[in-house]
C-alpha cells in the first residue's frame, strides 16, 4: 500500500539527511496524508505552533503527494511554493522513487496532466466559489496554512465600490449622470460625519443604505457594471437576517474619498459544496485546543474530515511565562501607566542580555505612545513596526505586523504582550460581526473572540519557543477571568515565573549558547 511504500521512503530519506531539522511525527503525518490520497477522504491535520513556524512538516506531505501514483493539486501561498520548488522537492526526488511531473499555475493544465500542481490559495478559492470547472473536481487537494484560510475566502468573497468605479456607473447611464453624482456627493457627507477611528472604517448605517437602495432602484440593473452588479447581488441579502453580509466603508479624509465594502458573516453553507467536490487534507498549526477542531470545522462548513492534532515537544518547546497578578484590568484608566512602567523594568531587566525584544500592543494609540517613550530612553534601539533592527533591538509592533513578519525576523529572547489579543468590539468590523451572532442568540465570546485570541498567541508565541525564552503577559484578564484557565492551557508546554531579575535572561542565553 502506499501508506507502507511512504513511510519506508521517507524514513530512508530522513535518517540520510544530517542535521535535517527533526520532527517527531514526519512518518505518521506522512502516512495519514497518504492514507487521505489512497481513500479519498477528508482529513485536517494541525501539526502545531512551532512546527508550523518553521514548516518542517511540509516533508511529509509533499513525499506523499510525490509518491501518490495519481494527481495532487497543493494550495500554498507563492513564498511557500518557491521553498517547495527550490528546496523540499529536489531534495526529497533524490531519494524518492517518483518522477512526477510538477506545474504551477492558476488553473489545471490539461485533461490528461498526471502530475502535481500547486496554485495559490487566491487562485484556487476564486475557481472553487465560482465552480468554474478550472480545477477538475476529484482531485485531491491538500491546502497548506489554513489558520488564515477563513481570512483568504472572506477576502476573496469581498465586494468593493471603489471610487473609479462611481465613473463607471455614470458613463453607463448617461442620462441619470446627474442622479448618480448627487448621490455619491450625499453619500459622501454622511459617511464623512462619522467620527475617526484608528481602523479608518464603518459599519454603513441605515440612512447610507437607504440611500444606495434608492440609487438601484432608479436604475435598470441589465446595465450594472460588474462591480456594481455584485455588490447589488450581496446587498439584496440585506432583508435576510440568518445570512445578512457585512457592510462597511473605508474613507481616506485627506482625499475625500471613500469605497464601500461587502462580504458574508456566515462561510459554512458557501463553501460546504467545495469540500464535497474532492477530497481535502486541510494542514494548520494550532486551530484550536481539541484535536476535532469543532468550531473551525463548524464556521468552515467541515464535516466528515478525519482529525489529528500532533502533541507539543514538551521539554524542547516551553516557554517562561511572566503573569503579574496585581495589575490593573485594560479597561482601567490606572491600566496605561502601570503597563508602561512594567514594560519599562523588563527592559531595564533584560538590557545587558543579547537578542532582540519585541513588545506587542494591539491598541493603535497606545502602541505609537509606548514607542515614543521607550525610544526616548533606549534611542535608535526601538523601532516600530520595522524589520530592520540592531541586534538587540526592540520592536514594538501591532499582532498583525508581528504574524506577517516574524518569520524573516530573527526569535526575540523577550516577548511582552500588553493585552489579549481578543479583538476589539471598537472595530466596526469586530462589532458587526458580534451584531450577527447576538440576532443569532450565538454565544459571541465563546464562538468567536476567544478562538481567535487564543490562535493568534499562539501563533505570535511560536519564536520564543525556539529558544525557550521568556513570554511576559501583562493582561491580568488571564488570572481574574473565568477564561483565563483556557488560555493559559492553550499556552502549554510552559513554566511560570512568578518573579522576574536579570539572571533569568542571562540563563536564556546561557542554554542557547550551549
Request: hydrophobic share 40%; charged share 20%.
Amino acid at each position: 500500500m502506499i501508506e507502507a511504500e511512504v513511510h519506508l521512503s521517507l524514513h530512508n530519506f530522513l535518517r540520510s539527511q544530517d542535521g535535517f531539522p527533526s520532527w517527531p511525527h514526519h512518518l505518521t503525518m506522512a502516512r495519514l496524508v497518504a492514507r487521505a490520497l489512497r481513500l479519498g477522504r477528508s482529513a485536517l491535520i494541525q501539526v502545531g505552533a512551532v512546527c508550523g513556524h518553521q514548516g518542517r512538516y511540509r516533508t511529509s506531505f509533499i513525499a506523499s503527494a510525490l509518491m501518490w501514483h495519481g494527481s495532487v493539486i497543493i494550495v500554498t501561498t507563492e513564498t511557500v511554493q518557491q521553498r517547495l520548488l527550490k528546496v523540499e522537492i529536489p531534495r526529497l526526488q533524490q531519494w524518492l522513487p517518483a518522477n512526477k511531473p510538477i506545474r504551477t499555475g492558476d488553473a489545471w493544465p490539461s485533461p490528461d496532466f498526471q502530475g502535481l500542481l500547486l496554485t495559490s490559495p487566491q487562485a484556487w478559492l476564486k475557481a472553487q466559489l465560482a465552480n468554474n470547472n478550472q480545477f477538475p473536481a476529484n482531485i485531491p487537494t491538500i491546502i497548506d496554512g489554513v489558520d488564515d484560510l477563513e481570512d483568504w475566502v472572506r477576502s476573496e468573497l469581498t465586494q468593493s465600490i471603489e471610487p473609479h468605479d462611481w465613473d463607471q456607473l455614470m458613463l453607463a447611464y448617461p442620462y441619470q449622470a446627474e442622479t448618480i453624482r448627487e448621490v455619491r456627493v450625499e453619500l459622501t457627507y454622511k459617511l464623512f460625519q462619522h467620527p475617526e477611528n484608528p481602523y479608518h472604517c464603518y459599519l454603513i448605517s441605515q440612512p447610507e443604505i437607504e440611500i444606495l437602495q434608492d440609487l438601484y432602484l432608479a436604475l435598470d440593473k441589465n446595465y450594472l457594471p460588474d462591480a456594481w452588479r455584485d455588490f447589488w447581488q450581496q446587498f439584496q441579502q440585506l432583508e435576510n437576517s440568518s445570512c445578512s453580509p457585512l457592510f462597511w466603508s473605508t474613507i481616506a479624509r485627506r482625499q475625500g474619498l471613500f469605497s464601500l465594502h461587502s462580504a458574508p458573516i456566515e462561510l459554512s453553507k458557501i463553501l460546504a459544496p467545495i469540500w464535497q467536490r474532492q477530497p481535502v487534507v486541510l494542514i494548520g498549526s494550532a486551530l484550536e485546543p481539541e484535536t476535532e477542531a469543532s468550531l473551525f470545522r463548524q464556521r468552515l462548513g467541515l464535516e466528515d474530515v478525519t482529525c489529528l492534532k500532533f502533541a507539543p515537544d514538551n521539554q524542547g518547546e516551553a516557554i517562561q511565562l511572566y503573569v503579574p497578578y496585581k495589575l490593573p484590568l485594560p479597561n482601567t484608566p490606572e491600566f496605561e501607566p502601570a503597563l508602561i512602567h512594567q514594560v519599562r523594568t523588563l527592559v531595564c531587566l533584560s538590557a545587558t542580555a543579547p537578542g532582540m525584544t519585541v513588545i506587542l500592543v494591539g491598541d493603535v494609540p497606545l502602541k505609537g505612545k509606548v514607542g515614543a517613550i521607550l525610544a526616548s530612553e533606549f534611542g535608535s534601539r526601538v523601532q516600530v513596526e520595522k524589520t530592520c533592527l540592531d541586534e538587540n533591538g526592540i520592536l514594538i509592533s501591532g499582532w498583525e505586523f508581528w504574524r506577517s513578519h516574524q518569520g524573516v525576523l530573527p526569535a526575540p529572547r523577550l516577548l511582552i504582550i500588553a493585552t489579549l489579543p481578543l479583538p476589539s468590539l471598537e472595530n466596526p468590523l469586530v462589532a458587526g460581526r458580534v451584531a450577527h451572532y447576538k440576532r443569532s442568540h450565538q454565544d459571541w465570546f465563546r464562538l468567536y473572540l476567544l478562538p481567535t485570541a487564543m490562535n493568534e498567541l499562539q501563533r505570535a508565541i511560536a519564536p520564543v519557543r525556539e529558544t525557550q525564552g521568556i513570554v511576559a503577559l501583562l493582561d491580568s484578564r488571564v488570572v481574574n477571568r473565568s477564561y483565563g484557565s483556557q488560555i493559559l492551557s492553550s499556552l502549554s508546554p510552559l513554566a511560570r515565573l512568578n518573579y522576574l531579575d536579570p539572571s533569568l535572561f542571562s540563563s536564556v542565553h546561557e542554554d542557547d549558547s550551549a
